[in-house]
């Protein structure tokens, strides 16, 4: 199983986020006149809730499954002094259907414009189910698959259509998957998703003989359309202008990162975003939302933009500073207020004064946030899982029948272990026969067919024990995965094991959960304590 451990966490923070005026955009703070010891004075209402905050903390009661976080390796929160955050899908949570087909919809039409596809491509309808993260394409085959953490190949389409057991073991049982080979693409970002969709679909019409590229053409032509729809800024430009159309307004996001800094913890921001992007978002989901920060760079101590990732972690770029709109070169430190370009490692933590495991990076993509930073430095790692919430949820309406499926595990198990039995001991009583042929008197030749008979109908009795508990578990199982997703089930596993993309949360993240804001009911100097862990033959 997943390394993850529950937190039995109490609520050490409450929220008061059910007043509608003080999340009205652009609306000025509620006030309030007070008595102090020079007179009356007016004072903001949200400041006033700050202090009742800071006061008067709730009675303590058990947090919901999906707002928890999640542990795989030991955190001292008391021991970490600076906190990054990444914007895109850990800041800001996009609203995931809404921006996948937009994405969709604008490399569809840089592909008919640029690459020459048909205009009959654009009847194509998003499917947002058919993509989740730590799938691979093999571009060379026109396969989606998905492993489990042994890379064992466990489900597979060529195109939209589902590839039987029988060829997928053909093709895929004796080759070693390797996701950074040329061949194969892993689907590692949410922001990938669309062209998995999008890939398959056009499989299909190429082997229609609708479109006349191979498989790895369609998949760099899909590739380049949906950077370009990036880089020139389409996608971003129809974002911004419906901000809340496509962003989540977390009401409780504010508090959270201001709880951090009330701990005496430092926060930056680094983010692949360039600046008029990131401080349009920004301003979308801070700005007004607390009285003691006038704008939402007053949340930060380090605000870096265009910073590059996975590169920043690798790479010797220069830290640039951008804040007055011309570009200057920054020798450091770093100074509150100000804005800064692409940047290093090194030079970060020379400019922060801060290094090592006292820093927290919280980000979305196990690749650019997460491995590349643990690989490269000893910072301390969180990812924020968008997905895990529905997945929880959806898990904990099944839970029955995922306590069912385990009983059909234990009972084909136990049917397995009967089988080999009555298999030895027949077989036993067999070669015994065989070797006394002509010795045996007939009180023990009868002896022999009685022993005989009683292990046949013992093997007939188990062997349809087995058949039975293996037709209701591969239904359930079927069943089970229609509820998560009705192509590849759940994110975190592939039959039953830990998907790859599992294993990879494991593996290069201290913590995890679904959103930034679920670190507001734990305290900032919270111990978050790993499972032990444990081998099988330690296990009951």
């Not at 976080?69 to 895109?88: P, T």
């Not at 299909?204 to 729809?229: L, N, Q, T, Y």
Request: hydrophobic share 35%.
């Amino acid at each position: 199983m997943l390394n993850a451990v529950v937190v039995n966490l109490k609520v050490s923070f409450p929220v008061f986020s059910d007043d509608a005026k003080l999340r009205a955009r652009g609306s000025s703070p509620i006030l309030k006149t007070v008595t102090t010891a020079r007179g009356p004075k007016v004072v903001p209402l949200n400041r006033l809730k700050t202090i009742e905050l800071l006061a008067n903390p709730p009675v303590y009661r058990t947090l919901e499954r999906a707002r928890r976080v999640f542990v795989n390796r030991n955190l001292r929160m008391d021991q970490i002094d600076l906190i990054g955050f990444d914007m895109d899908y850990t800041l800001a949570l996009y609203k995931k259907d809404r921006i996948e087909e937009l994405a969709f919809r604008l490399t569809v039409e840089k592909l008919i414009k640029n690459k020459g596809y048909p205009s009959t491509v654009a009847k194509i309808q998003y499917d947002s189910k058919f993509a989740m993260r730590g799938l691979v394409i093999d571009k060379k085959l026109g396969n989606v698959l998905k492993m489990d953490r042994h890379r064992h190949v466990g489900k597979v389409y060529h195109g939209r259509r589902p590839v039987s057991k029988d060829d997928r073991t053909q093709i895929y049982r004796n080759t070693k998957i390797q996701p950074s080979a040329a061949r194969y693409h892993l689907v590692d970002t949410l922001f990938t998703l669309p062209e998995v969709s999008l890939f398959a679909e056009l499989v299909d019409w190429k082997d229609r003989g609708e479109i006349p590229h191979d498989h790895e053409k369609i998949f760099d032509d899909i590739r380049v359309s949906i950077d370009e729809a990036h880089r020139d800024g389409s996608l971003k430009a129809v974002i911004l202008a419906n901000l809340a159309h496509y962003v989540d307004d977390d009401p409780d996001l504010a508090m959270t990162l201001h709880k951090f800094r009330s701990s005496g913890k430092r926060l930056f921001l680094m983010t692949n975003s360039y600046w008029d992007y990131t401080d349009a978002v920004m301003k979308f989901l801070l700005e007004k939302r607390m009285a003691e920060y006038p704008t939402w760079r007053a949340f930060f101590d380090i605000v870096i933009v265009g910073a590059e990732k996975p590169g920043f972690f690798t790479g010797e770029k220069a830290f640039a500073d951008i804040t007055d709109g011309t570009t200057r070169h920054a020798k450091g430190p770093f100074e509150k207020g100000r804005v800064y370009l692409h940047g290093n490692l090194a030079d970060f933590e020379k400019f922060s004064g801060q290094g090592g495991d006292r820093i927290l990076y919280v980000g979305d993509h196990i690749y650019g946030d997460i491995l590349r930073s643990k690989k490269s430095s000893t910072w301390r790692t969180a990812m924020v899982v968008q997905d895990l919430e529905e997945e929880i949820v959806t898990f904990q309406k099944c839970e029955e029948e995922f306590r069912t499926l385990g009983e059909l595990e234990t009972e084909r198990q136990r049917c397995d272990y009967e089988l080999n039995y009555y298999q030895m001991v027949l077989k036993s009583l067999q070669k015994f026969q065989e070797q006394h042929k002509n010795e045996l008197a007939d009180e023990e030749e009868a002896a022999l067919e009685e022993a005989k008979r009683r292990a046949r109908a013992n093997l007939d009795r188990f062997r349809h024990r087995m058949r039975v508990a293996v037709e209701q578990s591969d239904s359930l199982d079927d069943s089970l995965d229609e509820r998560f997703n009705p192509y590849w089930g759940l994110i975190f596993k592939e039959g039953n094991e830990n998907s790859s993309f599992a294993e990879q949360v494991e593996d290069y993240a201290c913590i995890y959960t679904s959103r930034v804001s679920n670190f507001l009911w734990y305290s900032p100097l919270q111990y978050f304590r790993s499972p032990r862990d444990s081998m099988p033959h330690e296990r009951p």
